[in-house]
T-cell receptor, first 117, second 112 residues
Framework: DTAVSQTPKYLVTQMGNDKSIKCEQN?????MYWYKQDSKKFLKIMFS???????INETVPNRFSPKSPDKAHLNLHINSLELGDSAVYFC????????????????FGEGSRLTVL | GQNIDQPTEMTATEGAIVQINCTYQ??????LFWYQQHAGEAPTFLSY????GLEEKGRFSSFLSRSKGYSYLLLKELQMKDSASYLC?????????????FGTGTLLAVQP
């Protein structure tokens, strides 16, 4: 059973289009994240939701809009795609920090590779 | 500001020991993580340090010195499958958030 699953795994689209990436976790975690990994492999946080509430919102263009219908799902919608949006987008989840003595480590999905032409 | 530094690339020989260093300057500190990422795959958790000292987990160990803003990941008895990127990440102090700031990663190549 996949713990954190993302769809689609690959996405090729034209500039100006709108696209969505979906993420689901079956680990029972309260917190979910979106990270962007660019061509230099730098992994940067974009958003985080805790039990459907937005708690981290980094400096990201407002063309990016996350939505969390429930604590097991976190979707990412991107409007008016630009060439610079090409990257791998990783969804992740974690327990609340220090919940039950845990470390709060992130569990990542397999990534969604977005290519904007 | 936030700054996490790691060497970009390292090469080591199968069966040997390699140490990957990480130095950090962040807004508060609430734990340091090491992740492994094989090409085209998701990062996977390796180790966690929040207090000074060494944490050992099989062939992998991680060390932390908070006063020096320094950590290292030690890989023993290297295997070819250890060829991957190794990411150092620091969790910033900040209430209920679990914000991990990642370094750019160290690409390790293990040679026969």
């Amino acid at each position: 059973d996949t713990a954190v699953s993302q769809t689609p795994k690959y996405l090729v689209t034209q500039m100006g289009n709108d696209k969505s990436i979906k993420c689901e976790q079956n680990l029972g975690h309260d917190t979910m994240y979106w990270y962007k990994q660019d061509s230099k492999k730098f992994l940067k946080i974009m958003f985080s939701y805790n039990n459907k509430e937005l708690i981290i919102n980094e400096t990201v263009p407002n063309r990016f809009s996350p939505k969390s219908p429930d604590k097991a799902h976190l979707n990412l919608h991107i409007n008016s795609l630009e060439l610079g949006d090409s990257a791998v987008y990783f969804c992740a989840s974690s327990q609340r920090v220090f919940a039950a003595g845990g470390t709060g480590e992130l569990f990542f999905g397999e990534g969604s590779r977005l290519t904007v032409l | 500001g936030q700054n996490i530094d790691q060497p970009t690339e390292m090469t080591a020989t199968e069966g040997a020991i390699v140490q990957i260093n990480c130095t950090y300057q962040t807004s508060g500190f609430n734990g340091l993580f090491w992740y492994q990422q094989h090409a085209g795959e998701a990062p996977t958790f390796l180790s966690y340090n929040v207090l000074d000292g060494l944490e050992e987990k099989g062939r992998f160990s991680s060390f932390l010195s908070r006063s020096k803003g320094y950590s290292y990941l030690l890989l023993k008895e290297l295997q070819m499958k250890d060829s991957a990127s190794y990411l150092c990440a620091v969790r910033e102090r900040g209430g209920a958030t679990n914000k991990l700031i990642f370094g750019t990663g160290t690409l390790l190549a293990v040679q026969p």
